[in-house]
């Protein structure tokens, strides 16, 4: 597979990315590519196989879990520079929420296997990705407890 420019150009801009080593960004190319999601298009539901995650590049995708007598409910919304997808790092590799392009959507979609491939060869590699989407979690999680406690007054 030959990596394309433009999507290392697109990699080399997103702040998810930053201070990454030229050479893993270059292999880290290899396995995604540009994508446009137009409004309403599901990246994936909750329990689906989680094979892939996305750098958002512009437009928005709500995130939502499917709530009994209400349907699916946005829990949250990421727009510009987010990071959608965790679920593909750790097994099962089953998705614990849904996502959905709120509206046109730019983004850069990885196919998962080939990313932790490239972790298992390269465990530096590996801890640094590892650690940056652990932030991401870490951040959400502290998102959500806000809105808890904002929603339930604690």
Not at 132 to 145: E, G, H, K, P, S
């Amino acid at each position: 597979m030959k990596t394309s420019r433009n999507t290392l150009d697109l990699l080399a801009e997103q702040p998810f990315l930053a201070g990454m080593p030229g050479p893993w960004l270059s292999r880290l190319a290899l396995h995604g590519h540009p994508a446009v999601r137009p409004a309403g298009n599901r990246l994936f539901h909750a329990d689906g196989l989680a094979d892939r995650f996305w750098l958002v590049r512009s437009g928005t995708v709500a995130v939502d879990l499917h709530v009994p007598g209400r349907g699916d409910v946005v829990i949250e919304a990421i727009g510009r520079t987010g990071v959608i997808g965790w679920s593909w790092l750790f097994p099962p590799y089953r998705w614990h929420f849904g996502a959905v392009a709120a509206e046109l959507t730019a983004v850069v979609e990885f196919e998962a296997a080939g990313v932790r491939a490239m972790m298992a060869q390269e465990p530096a590699f590996g801890y640094d990705l590892t650690s940056r989407f652990l932030r991401v979690v870490a951040d959400r999680l502290q998102v959500a407890r806000v809105r808890l406690v904002d929603l339930y007054g604690y």
